[in-house]
T-cell receptor, first 118, second 110 residues
Framework: DTAVSQTPKYLVTQMGNDKSIKCEQN?????MYWYKQDSKKFLKIMFSYNNKELIINETVPNRFSPKSPDKAHLNLHINSLELGDSAVYFCASSRLSSTSTSESYEQYFGPGTRLTVT | GQNIDQPTEMTATEGAIVQINCTYQTSGFNGLFWYQQHAGEAPTFLSYNVLDGLEEKGRFSSFLSRSKGYSYLLLKELQMKDSASYLCAVHSGNTGKLIFGQGTTLQVKP
């Protein structure tokens, strides 16, 4: 009955490799997000998809490519991994609405994927 | 530009009250969230303010002043389990985009 799930939880890989992280939500939300949390705990938005359409694309190297096969899934593929990519990556989901209530925008976060690049 | 400031660390005593401040300057504002994050875990929702004033939820309350670009999270009757990071986040625009502050690490001591 997990709301937002991510796999894998831990990922250790070498520089130059390509890796993917998967995210799934069973909350019926229409919007999903990828965040990066660095060693200083700063949480920063990377991408967001609404109904499979990319709506947020922050200044992220094009080695990072999100893909949303359907509303319940958002994957993140990273090419040519670098040392600076080491971080915790969180997936989140929410329901977008025109009404300004917490229900509209509250984001539910997955457990995170700790990526270590050596 | 986008800027959200919170103190980096705070310490308080079990049973006491602590206030964590957050100031923001963002290009858009559609509301302010507070999240709690325990070490090694995901952020979890605590509170949301879109109008000025105080929102109370059990031991936790959150205040917002839009004219001052200021919010605070008030934690009462502190418990050891409240030791965590508290993240202030501004909802900017209509895409659900949250801009997070650096987080405040709260340590509750016996």
């Amino acid at each position: 009955d997990t709301a937002v799930s991510q796999t894998p939880k831990y990922l250790v890989t070498q520089m130059g490799n390509d890796k993917s992280i998967k995210c799934e939500q069973n909350l019926g939300h229409d919007t999903m997000y990828w965040y990066k949390q660095d060693s200083k705990k700063f949480l920063k938005i990377m991408f967001s998809y609404n109904n499979k359409e990319l709506i947020i694309n922050e200044t992220v190297p094009n080695r990072f490519s999100p893909k949303s096969p359907d509303k319940a899934h958002l994957n993140l593929h990273i090419n040519s991994l670098e040392l600076g990519d080491s971080a915790v990556y969180f997936c989140a989901s929410s329901r977008l609405s025109s009404t300004s209530t917490s229900e509209s925008y509250e984001q539910y976060f997955g457990p995170g994927t700790r990526l270590t690049v050596t | 530009g986008q800027n959200i400031d919170q103190p980096t660390e705070m310490t308080a005593t079990e049973g006491a009250i602590v206030q964590i401040n957050c100031t923001y300057q963002t290009s858009g504002f559609n509301g302010l969230f507070w999240y709690q994050q325990h070490a090694g875990e995901a952020p979890t929702f605590l509170s949301y303010n879109v109008l000025d004033g105080l929102e109370e939820k059990g031991r936790f309350s959150s205040f917002l002043s839009r004219s001052k670009g200021y919010s605070y999270l008030l934690l009462k009757e502190l418990q050891m389990k409240d030791s965590a990071s508290y993240l202030c986040a501004v909802h900017s625009g209509n895409t659900g985009k949250l801009i997070f502050g650096q987080g405040t690490t709260l340590q509750v001591k016996p």
